[in-house]
């Protein structure tokens, strides 16, 4: 090779190769802080943009859980509600069998009717109170009440399999005035007074028991209800975790550095680096000796 003054090829080779050193250490360096191989997109064009789109998914997944976990609370809430009106029915049911006896005089039997009337009573303002994040779930109709169907966003898209429908039936009316009437078979029965009444008197005690009866029933009927929709919704929180954890391990595999890897490149690198300002200092020497020529 020639021995020049105004070009230095050497030191060219040794610039270009000490920059790439540089970079591969620097890049090394970037991956190890930052526990990433992919950190912008020149590093894997296609990676990153995956990368991107399962990051999104996460996050709609978090969002699903969360969406499904409180339609469950929703569903507890509702449920513990039923459990308290079918155990104040169950005692109005004892002591109407009670007043059936026929063995009561008219004190007793007022005693019987004024319990009879605070459970019923109780009944009204547990279906009145009962609410979720401001929605009532026990008027049936009426300022607040649940009236169309709630759809449960517990998956990624607009699609029906994304969704769990929780049917307006499971929201009706659990109003002395309304279960009575609609559902022991006797539209009379539209008052707390009135079923108070039927409860306690004497040509008709015993008729209302199958009347409270079928209002026990058709609790028991929603509770079951209320069962599947609870039974749907934890299926849907399995679901979601599942897919969830399978996302997470794929975008680690796409995305995550290997430290190992990494540190092994990076020493690398910093050899490279150091043996190519080495040889560079070297080669800006080299148009030097040319003057012992002249």
Not at 72 to 93: G, P
Not at 175 to 203: M, P, R, W, Y
Not at 245 to 263: F, Q, W
Not at 274 to 283: C, D, F, I, K
Request: hydrophobic share 40%.
């Amino acid at each position: 090779m020639a021995l020049t003054i105004n070009t230095n090829i050497s030191s060219i080779v040794a610039q270009k190769n000490l920059a790439n050193a540089t970079g591969s250490l620097n890049k090394a360096i970037e991956r190890m802080t930052t526990g990433y191989k992919i950190n912008h997109a020149g590093d894997n064009a296609a990676g990153y943009s995956i990368a991107r789109n399962w990051e999104t998914q996460l996050g709609s997944l978090d969002v699903a859980a969360d969406n499904a976990a409180t339609g469950a609370d929703m569903m507890s809430t509702l449920e513990d509600h039923y459990s308290l009106i079918s155990s104040h029915l169950q005692r109005v049911r004892d002591l109407t069998e009670q007043a059936a006896n026929g063995t009561y005089g008219s004190a007793s039997l007022s005693a019987i009717k004024s319990e009879i009337t605070a459970r019923l009573d109780e009944v009204d303002r547990i279906a009145k109170n009962c609410e979720f994040n401001g929605r009532k779930m026990m008027l049936g109709s009426g300022a607040g009440a649940i009236t169309s169907d709630i759809y449960l966003q517990v998956g990624l898209y607009s699609t029906e399999d994304s969704k769990i429908k929780l049917s307006s039936t499971l929201f009706s009316s659990a109003q002395i005035k309304d279960l009575f009437a609609t559902h022991s078979g006797d539209a009379s029965l539209n008052t707390v007074e009135k079923v108070a009444t039927a409860c306690t008197g004497s040509s008709t005690a015993a008729a209302t028991l199958d009347k409270i009866d079928n209002v026990i029933k058709e609790i028991s009927n929603r509770t079951t209800t209320l069962g599947a929709a609870q039974n749907r919704i934890e299926s849907a929180i399995e679901s979601i975790g599942v897919q969830s954890e399978n996302i997470t391990s794929s975008l680690s595999t796409l995305r995550d550095a290997d430290i190992s890897k990494e540190s092994s490149n990076y020493i690398q690198a910093q050899i490279l680096q150091q043996a190519a300002a080495t040889l560079l200092s070297t080669a800006n020497q080299t148009p030097s000796i040319a003057l012992n020529l002249l």
